[in-house]
């Protein structure tokens, strides 16, 4: 199992360009999310999934967008790139069969706005 | 406001000192928590979490309501503990959690 993909690694965008961050999980879990880290904070949630068709805001999802259209995949839509968004970006993954569960995380992406 | 607090960016020991990695949280309820880690260019992943009661590598972790802590603990660090440790508390249910901002932890020869 490759577990919690994510691609690209590392970008570069121009402040109003749009992209889509790739997250796909082989393991069949039903929960996935995408967080980002800031230099020097703690990761905030911008969305979340329970499952295919089921997506919903965490704590900082403007200028974000999400689809869950299969059980594996979960992309990360930003548009009108901004500066404000240069972050490192997590996707992770549950089982959703339980409380405390552990969450899988992917290795990141490193996304830079100029 | 739910929130997890580490108060320290950096926790520098040498090798075979003991290691505690402070973590606050604040939450109205019985929080579940967890400590995940993140060694050199590797993943996040999980350390332990407190429902288990569990010692992974050597580290424990109590919760004390009292003082609404979840405080990491080594009696003997090893260089191969040197990495990021992240608290988190699950917060709205579907295992969301939110993190502290994370403990750099370097453990010198």
């Known amino acids: 199992n490759a577990g919690v993909t994510q691609t690209p690694k590392f970008r570069i965008l121009k402040i109003g360009q749009s992209m889509t961050l790739q997250c796909t999980q082989d393991?069949?879990?039903?929960?996935m999310y995408w967080y980002r880290q800031d230099p020097g904070m703690g990761l905030k949630l911008i969305y979340y999934?329970?499952?295919?068709?089921?997506?919903d805001k965490g704590e900082v999802p403007n200028g974000y967008n999400v689809s869950r259209s299969t059980t594996e995949d979960f992309p990360l839509r930003l548009e009108l790139a901004a500066p404000s968004q240069t972050s490192v970006y997590f996707c992770?993954?549950?089982?959703?069969?339980?409380?405390?569960?552990?969450?899988?995380f992917g290795s990141g992406t490193q996304l830079s706005v100029l | 406001a739910q929130r997890v607090t580490q108060p320290e960016k950096l926790l520098s020991v040498f090798k075979g000192a003991p290691v505690e990695l402070k973590c606050n949280y604040s939450?109205?309820?019985?929080?579940?928590l967890f400590w995940y880690v993140q060694y050199s260019r590797q993943r996040l992943q999980l350390l332990l979490r407190?429902?288990s009661r569990e010692s992974i590598k050597g580290f424990t972790a109590d919760l004390n309501k009292g003082e609404t802590s979840f405080h990491l603990k080594k009696p003997f660090a090893q260089e191969e503990d040197s990495a990021m440790y992240y608290c988190?508390?699950?917060?709205?249910?579907?295992?969301?959690?939110?993190f502290g901002a994370g403990t750099r932890l370097a453990v010198h020869p």
């Open positions: 999934s329970v499952g295919a068709g089921i997506t």
């Open positions: 393991m069949n879990h039903n929960y």
């Open positions: 992770a993954s549950s089982t959703g069969g339980a409380t405390n569960e552990k969450l899988f």
């Open positions: 939450y109205s309820g019985s929080p579940e």
């Open positions: 407190h429902i």
């Open positions: 988190a508390l699950i917060s709205g249910g579907y295992n969301k959690l939110i």
